[in-house]
């Protein structure tokens, strides 16, 4: 299956009532097979509008987005999605009743399914959990469902809007760790959105700094650093550092 | 939501203190002579009566029409009110068509339109029956209308992030994430229903029933009569509430974490 992602001068437009809003404007970007990138930028810059627009809940004023070679048209089953918001899961469905809604709309037998579910609800650790509902799940526990949900049914791609930002930072950081288990265990192309600038170092191959107002690409960097990062060495403050540096300007 | 049983007997005490000062409160009055003992029977009185009306099987078969032609009725109203109300909800169009209407229909009393329904429909079981069913249809349709507003967008943005359509967005979204509202739109039918379906006995006196019951012993001017099929008619509501719905909630939204559970 071709993971890639293109992203083709996209500007998103929308009408207020003080008139035309550009919240988007020229933005492309590439994100190669099983590449992790993240888009780092202040809150106005657009980043979840990207998110929305790959994801095909809004379409670009103008410009193309191509996943796995094809242009996106509305929604579809090729892309995952997880929400920064905990209430994503649905409360009526144990945990893997939810993971396994993807299949369902699929089409896949019952058996499979389950199996299927547990399998991903065993990746991200929480395979006793699985009968349990989503209230009965701490909001990190509700982060991890969300994300095997979204794996279950192999989309070529996870798109994940903040998924941690409303995390404890002790729960945000283990859940980075297990986020880089997860994408290295399952290869997928990632498109994360951020504010979090040590987040981005930690999780991405390739990050894209926006600027706000309209959102505009402002940098493009690649960090090869050693993965488990490690976010106290020398390296890692370094690109901090550096990373800061492009947003600040 | 198992309460240690202390909880439980606590909570059926405080539950029966009330009842036992209202019929404490009763009797005196009862007693007070300030009607005659056949208008204001005694406790002991109506007790007997109740006892014999059970004993002889009329009260059963009574209560039996009477809670029959309810459900009937609450079932006919969800099938026609879930899915106005969520079409309503979802289509713009629908919306516009239907809200109007039900804002009308739904504040006139279900009681004025007995005379009607006996002209078009005749005296029995079926006006009772249809006046039932409108009762408690609007409730429903308000609800069910309300509930899919409440939905989160983000249940059907996740939804149809992982391919679903419309037809399952309805059925397997917004049907369970508009619960809440729908049981207690139910609840809400339940007790318009039997209001209804008393007084629609008295007008459309069909042969049995519990509101036939009080009707005919009008006649007779039989407090007594009168008086147990009150009694009857209040325990089969408490019965339902306590039993039914609750029983229904517990399994379904409290569980769920969408409704938190009743306080003990």
């Given at each position: 299956m071709d993971q890639t992602?293109?992203?083709?001068?996209?500007?998103?437009?929308?009408?207020?009532?003080?008139?035309?809003?550009?919240?988007?404007?020229?933005?492309?970007?590439?994100?190669?097979?099983?590449?992790?990138?993240?888009?780092?930028?202040?809150?106005?810059?657009?980043?979840?509008?990207?998110?929305?627009?790959?994801?095909?809940?809004?379409?670009?004023?103008?410009?193309?987005?191509l996943i796995g070679g094809r242009?996106?048209?509305?929604?579809?089953?090729d892309?995952?999605?997880?929400?920064?918001?905990?209430?994503?899961?649905?409360?009526?469905?144990?945990?893997?009743?939810?993971?396994?809604?993807?299949?369902?709309?699929?089409?896949?037998?019952?058996?499979?399914?389950?199996?299927?579910?547990?399998?991903?609800?065993?990746?991200?650790?929480?395979?006793?959990?699985?009968?349990?509902?989503?209230?009965?799940?701490?909001?990190?526990?509700?982060?991890?469902?969300?994300?095997?949900?979204?794996?279950?049914?192999?989309?070529a791609v996870?798109?994940?809007?903040?998924?941690?930002?409303?995390?404890?930072?002790?729960?945000?950081?283990?859940?980075?760790?297990?986020?880089?288990?997860?994408?290295?265990?399952?290869?997928?192309?990632?498109?994360?959105?951020?504010?979090?600038?040590?987040?981005?170092?930690?999780?991405?191959?390739?990050?894209?700094?926006?600027?706000?107002?309209?959102?505009?690409?402002?940098?493009?960097?690649?960090?090869?650093?050693?993965?488990?990062?490690?976010?106290?060495?020398?390296?890692?403050?370094?690109?901090?550092?550096?990373?800061?540096?492009?947003?600040?300007? | 939501?198992?309460?240690?049983?202390?909880?439980?007997?606590?909570?059926?005490?405080?539950?029966?203190?009330?009842?036992?000062?209202?019929?404490?409160?009763?009797?005196?009055?009862?007693?007070?002579?300030?009607?005659?003992?056949?208008?204001?029977?005694?406790?002991?009185?109506?007790?007997?009566?109740?006892?014999?009306?059970?004993?002889?099987?009329?009260?059963?078969?009574?209560?039996?029409?009477?809670?029959?032609?309810?459900?009937?009725?609450?079932?006919?109203?969800?099938?026609?009110?879930?899915?106005?109300?969520?079409?309503?909800?979802?289509?713009?169009?629908?919306?516009?068509?239907?809200?109007?209407?039900?804002?009308?229909?739904?504040?006139?009393?279900?009681?004025?339109?007995?005379?009607?329904?006996?002209?078009?429909?005749?005296?029995?079981?079926?006006?009772?029956?249809?006046?039932?069913?409108?009762?408690?249809?609007?409730?429903?349709?308000?609800?069910?209308?309300?509930?899919?507003?409440?939905?989160?967008?983000?249940?059907?943005?996740?939804?149809?992030?992982?391919?679903?359509?419309?037809?399952?967005?309805?059925?397997?979204?917004?049907?369970?994430?508009?619960?809440?509202?729908?049981?207690?739109?139910?609840?809400?039918?339940?007790?318009?229903?039997?209001?209804?379906?008393?007084?629609?006995?008295?007008?459309?006196?069909?042969?049995?029933?519990?509101?036939?019951?009080?009707?005919?012993?009008?006649?007779?001017?039989?407090?007594?009569?009168?008086?147990?099929?009150?009694?009857?008619?209040?325990?089969?509501?408490?019965?339902?509430?306590?039993?039914?719905?609750?029983?229904?909630?517990?399994?379904?939204?409290?569980?769920?974490?969408?409704?938190?559970?009743?306080?003990?």
């Amino acid at each position: 299956m071709d993971q890639t992602i293109q992203v083709r001068s996209i500007t998103f437009e929308y009408e207020s009532d003080k008139g035309r809003v550009l919240a988007v404007e020229n933005v492309s970007f590439d994100v190669a097979d099983g590449e992790f990138l993240c888009i780092l930028g202040p809150s106005g810059c657009g980043k979840t509008t990207i998110l929305n627009m790959l994801a095909g809940f809004l379409t670009p004023t103008r410009g193309e987005i191509l996943i796995g070679g094809r242009p996106v048209a509305g929604r579809g089953q090729d892309r995952g999605v997880v929400f920064q918001d905990f209430a994503q899961l649905f409360p009526w469905r144990t945990a893997r009743r939810n993971v396994e809604f993807g299949l369902e709309m699929r089409g896949v037998a019952d058996a499979e399914r389950r199996e299927t579910a547990l399998k991903f609800l065993r990746l991200v650790k929480l395979e006793k959990f699985a009968e349990s509902y989503p209230h009965e799940l701490s909001g990190g526990m509700q982060q991890r469902v969300a994300i095997a949900r979204a794996l279950a049914y192999n989309p070529a791609v996870l798109l994940m809007d903040e998924p941690f930002a409303a995390l404890d930072a002790m729960t945000r950081d283990e859940m980075q760790k297990q986020l880089t288990e997860i994408w290295q265990a399952t290869k997928k192309t990632v498109v994360y959105i951020t504010h979090n600038v040590a987040e981005a170092v930690y999780l991405a191959d390739q990050i894209l700094v926006l600027a706000a107002h309209p959102g505009t690409v402002k940098a493009r960097l690649r960090f090869d650093l050693q993965r488990p990062r490690d976010p106290l060495s020398a390296e890692f403050v370094a690109a901090q550092r550096e990373l800061l540096g492009h947003l600040q300007h | 939501m198992n309460a240690p049983r202390s909880y439980v007997w606590r909570s059926v005490w405080r539950g029966a203190a009330g009842i036992v000062t209202a019929v404490i409160l009763w009797e005196t009055f009862a007693r007070s002579g300030i009607f005659s003992r056949a208008l204001t029977p005694e406790l002991k009185a109506i007790a007997v009566t109740l006892y014999s009306l059970i004993a002889d099987g009329s009260m059963v078969k009574n209560a039996a029409f009477t809670l029959w032609r309810v459900l009937l009725g609450l079932f006919v109203a969800s099938v026609i009110g879930v899915p106005l109300g969520m079409l309503m909800a979802r289509y713009r169009a629908w919306e516009r068509f239907w809200l109007p209407l039900v804002s009308v229909l739904m504040p006139i009393p279900t009681l004025a339109w007995v005379p009607l329904f006996i002209l078009w429909f005749g005296i029995g079981d079926l006006a009772t029956t249809l006046v039932v069913t409108y009762a408690a249809t609007f409730p429903m349709i308000y609800n069910t209308w309300t509930g899919v507003r409440s939905v989160n967008p983000i249940w059907v943005r996740a939804a149809v992030s992982m391919g679903a359509g419309q037809h399952a967005i309805f059925r397997k979204v917004v049907f369970p994430g508009s619960m809440p509202y729908i049981i207690t739109g139910l609840r809400l039918a339940f007790g318009r229903a039997w209001i209804a379906v008393i007084g629609a006995e008295l007008l459309a006196s069909p042969t049995w029933g519990v509101g036939r019951v009080i009707f005919d012993a009008k006649e007779f001017l039989d407090s007594e009569v009168m008086l147990a099929a009150l009694v009857v008619i209040g325990a089969m509501g408490l019965l339902f509430e306590r039993v039914v719905f609750q029983k229904l909630e517990r399994y379904t939204v409290t569980r769920w974490g969408m409704l938190a559970p009743p306080r003990v």
